[in-house]
């Protein structure tokens, strides 16, 4: 940590940049993919249009953002990592980076629990959330009279979103995938890789009828991974969602930023105080890509990968332009970084 915070309950620096992910208001756009690895973010930043030449940051606790512009419209591609907790970071962190709506597409790898080849596109129309039950007596398991594992309820993807990207995902299609697009299936969020997917390994984990269990729990159940039930549920528990909370107040700090990058920056947030719409929504879909096929143990090539995160993410791209925001429920550019880059 190289800069005095401010405020434990939620810190920032005297330039108002949030703890973890390092953005400060302005940084990020409206319209966002997020992805798991840097390599991934990279790609996509390939798509973007080539001027404005995009702002990039990386922070010290691993994030990674892109913001430019994609058919001339802002965009930003965050890297967050693996794991709920970065996802919890990178959903209540760019909100308080950010005037208006949010509207978060995530790109990110699977395992496929049903036959399908690896490579294949899956757009999930709901989630659940699958924990380790700590409270189980993992040792001495015939005491213990609780389950190993708790399954959450169901929670869904924006539906409007979720046609969008999955139509959009259909005119990007190539003819060299090996498979076509999955959507209307549920998906599982685990909060570990190894013991909560069902995976064997020297631990006493319990797990061995776990995927049975959850086949014959959740319908529809399609995929394993670590973070989309995460960014359904806070999508979907945001205080101002459909207008419910008039008593929201604006995400922006009350302080100026004063942001090395930007020129005149006093002058340019200052006027926001007050701007963000209490009614402003968090719209929340999500795109996987099957890495794994569970059944069958395949595993995806570098190359198929590589095809696979091009598509999806052109897809992706142009369904996220194509999504409608108000004018009055954007960051106004003239007070971010791409409005910035028109400006020099």
């Known amino acids: 940590m190289k800069d005095t915070l401010t405020d434990a309950n939620f810190p920032r620096t005297a330039d108002a940049r949030v703890y973890h992910l390092g953005l400060c208001p302005g940084e990020v756009a409206n319209r966002i993919v997020t992805v798991g690895s840097h390599s991934r973010a990279r790609t996509l930043q390939g798509l973007l249009d080539a001027k404005p030449e995009p702002f990039i940051l990386a922070s010290e606790r ?42 978060v ?64 995902l259909d005119a990007a299609k190539g003819p060299s995938l090996r498979s076509g697009v999955l959507r209307n299936v549920v998906n599982a969020s685990a909060d570990s890789f ?27 159940l399609a995929t394993f991974e670590m973070e989309t039930f995460h960014l359904f549920h806070l ?48 719209r929340a879909a999500a795109t996987l890509i099957v890495f794994a096929a569970r059944n069958s143990r395949e595993f995806i090539t570098p190359e198929e990968v590589q095809q696979a995160e091009r598509l999806a993410g052109t897809g992706i791209l142009n369904a996220l332009i194509k999504v409608e925001i108000p004018d009055h429920r954007l960051h106004p550019e003239k007070a971010s970084v791409w409005g910035y880059h028109d400006s020099v």
Request: charged share 20%; hydrophobic share 40%; with cysteine.
């Open 194 to 220: 190894y013991s909560s997917q069902g995976r064997q390994t020297s631990f006493p984990d319990h797990n061995a009828d776990l995927i049975e269990r959850l086949k014959a729990t959740v319908p529809d």
């Open 235 to 282: 999508a979907a528990c945001w205080a101002g969602r459909n207008g419910t909370n008039g008593d929201v107040p604006p995400p922006l700090t009350e302080r100026p930023a004063e942001h090395a990058v930007l020129q005149d920056t006093r002058a340019r947030f200052k006027p926001l105080t007050g701007l963000a719409n209490p009614d402003s929504v968090i």
């Open 62 to 103: 691993g994030f990674l953002t892109i913001t430019g512009r994609y058919k001339n419209v802002p965009i930003s591609i965050v890297s967050i990592g693996m794991g709920y907790p970065n996802m919890d970071f990178f959903v209540r962190e760019v909100r308080e980076c950010l005037l208006g709506d949010m509207v």
């Open 105 to 168: 597409i995530r790109l990110g790898s699977c395992g496929a629990l049903v036959d399908v080849p690896v490579g294949t596109i899956v757009v999930p129309k709901a989630s659940v959330m699958v924990v380790r039950n700590v409270d189980y007596d993992f040792v001495n398991s015939e005491s213990s009279e609780k389950p190993p594992y708790l399954i959450s309820k169901l929670v869904s993807a924006d539906p409007a979103l979720h046609t969008q990207v999955s139509e959009a």
